[in-house]
T-cell receptor, first 113, second 111 residues
Framework: EPEVTQTPSHQVTQMGQEVILRCVPISNHLYFYWYRQILGQKVEFLVSFYNNEISEKSEIFDDQFSVERPDGSNFTLKIRSTKLEDSAMYFC???????????FGEGSRLTVL | QKEVEQNSGPLSVPEGAIASLNCTYSDRGSQSFFWYRQYSGKSPELIMSIYSNGDKEDGRFTAQLNKASQYVSLLIRDSQPSDSATYLCAVQSDSGYALNFGKGTSLLVTP
């Protein structure tokens, strides 16, 4: 069964450091998303990406965040200068058409110290 | 602020019973509705989608939508211990890509 792959599974970083989270989408999917879930809280939308550009972003997705698809396969989320409150599980999700029927990766747990 | 509200639970049902999970949403422009299941420490997994008023059945699961009341529900028949998880209601508006998730209802099915 095709799956969304995320790396790393867990990253610990110091406040102020840059972090890059990587995602390999399902091969024929065209819509890519990043969501995050702070421990004990709800899943929150960060950004959607379609046709090599951001299609929608939330208030959380400020100038510290960026996304790109550098090589046509990986989809990355970069946090330029991490804050303590960025500690969360970050989920990549993809879909073939914009129906909301998302396939989630296993997540990357980010811990900012 | 577009809200998706769920009772956090836990909802405890005996094995074999029907579990009923409810969700209300505030955005009247919402067009697409989803139930995702999330096991502890895992990622969300799609169970059902529903786009029009009424019922939609898939195996042991039935989703119900009432747009006038801004209400979505999920019924799980013949509940199994393996159904024990957090069930997330998600809503997508017709203007966007984002899913707006509720906080989830924790379901515990006891043998």
């Amino acid at each position: 069964e095709p799956e969304v792959t995320q790396t790393p599974s867990h990253q610990v970083t110091q406040m102020g450091q840059e972090v890059i989270l990587r995602c390999v989408p399902i091969s024929n999917h065209l819509y890519f998303y990043w969501y995050r879930q702070i421990l004990g809280q709800k899943v929150e939308f960060l950004v959607s990406f379609y046709n090599n550009e951001i299609s929608e972003k939330s208030e959380i997705f400020d100038d510290q965040f960026s996304v790109e698809r550098p090589d046509g396969s990986n989809f990355t989320l970069k946090i330029r200068s991490t804050k303590l409150e960025d500690s969360a599980m970050y989920f990549c999700a993809t879909e073939g058409t914009n129906t909301g029927e998302l396939f989630f990766g296993e997540g990357s747990r980010l811990t900012v110290l | 602020q577009k809200e998706v509200e769920q009772n956090s639970g836990p909802l405890s049902v005996p094995e074999g019973a029907i579990a009923s999970l409810n969700c209300t949403y505030s955005d009247r422009g919402s067009q697409s509705f989803f139930w995702y299941r999330q096991y502890s420490g895992k990622s969300p997994e799609l169970i059902m989608s529903i786009y029009s008023n009424g019922d939609k059945e898939d195996g042991r699961f039935t989703a119900q939508l009432n747009k006038a009341s801004q209400y979505v529900s999920l019924l799980i028949r013949d509940s199994q211990p393996s159904d024990s998880a957090t069930y997330l209601c998600a809503v997508q508006s017709d203007s966007g890509y984002a899913l707006n998730f509720g906080k989830g209802t924790s379901l515990l099915v006891t043998p």
